[in-house]
């Protein structure tokens, strides 16, 4: 388990183009480093194949999301590709960091905006493929969206690798487990750093 000092615990925020593998290399982190706070989103989008309600998002009704937003129980919030809504649960974020454990958002370009506005101190990481070659396969490869979807995520692909200079440090991923410890490496460097 990795060392952190709790006194310098900071929030990170994991952002990239759609299919660039945020979730892959989250999970990769769930599994190797559980020292470290992964936040779990809520989304009104249905469950893909194998995923946990709890685990990998907070699965909640239109009605249920709109009542954590009026209530200021998120941290952050968008619509995503212009159908389903994904917002970060605020609470466990504070606890995790008061607790002296660093924390991580994985989220998309919307939402790591909106936490640039509300918290200025966190380190934003821009998650991104080798190519854009390779991340046309990786979401073909996945499966999971029509045709139609699939135009319209590589179109606001386009639009989130624009973005790249907006964040702190880039991490391109090549292969999951090297992105999983140059982006924990960066986090035990932050932690340590006077």
């Known amino acids: 388990m990795t060392e952190f000092a709790p006194a310098r615990s900071k929030l990170f925020v994991l952002a990239g183009p759609t299919a660039v593998g945020k979730g892959t290399v ?20 249905a469950p893909r194949p194998g995923e946990v309600d709890g ?7 239109v ?30 974020v504070d606890d995790a960091l008061a607790d002296g454990r660093p924390a991580l958002l994985e989220i998309d370009l919307q939402g790591a905006r909106q936490v640039r506005e509300t918290m200025p101190e966190a380190v934003f990481v821009f998650l991104k493929p080798p190519s854009w070659d390779e991340l046309v396969r990786r979401l073909v490869g996945r ?5 139609e979807e699939r135009e319209r995520r590589l179109r606001t692909a386009r639009e989130e690798l624009a973005a790249e200079d907006e964040f702190d440090v880039t991490i391109v991923n090549r292969e999951v487990h090297a992105a999983v410890e140059e982006l924990v490496a960066l986090m035990v460097d932050s ?3 006077p």
């Open 26 to 45: 989250a999970a990769g982190i769930r599994e190797l480093h559980p020292e470290i706070y992964l936040s779990v989103s809520a989304t009104t989008r």
């Open 55 to 61: 685990l990998h998002y907070h699965f909640v009704s």
């Open 63 to 92: 009605e249920e999301f709109d009542r954590l937003v009026d209530e200021g129980q998120m941290l952050e919030w968008a619509v995503v590709h212009g159908v389903n809504r994904y917002g970060t649960p605020r609470g466990p």
């Open 143 to 147: 499966g999971t969206e029509t045709e």
């Open 191 to 193: 932690s340590t750093r």
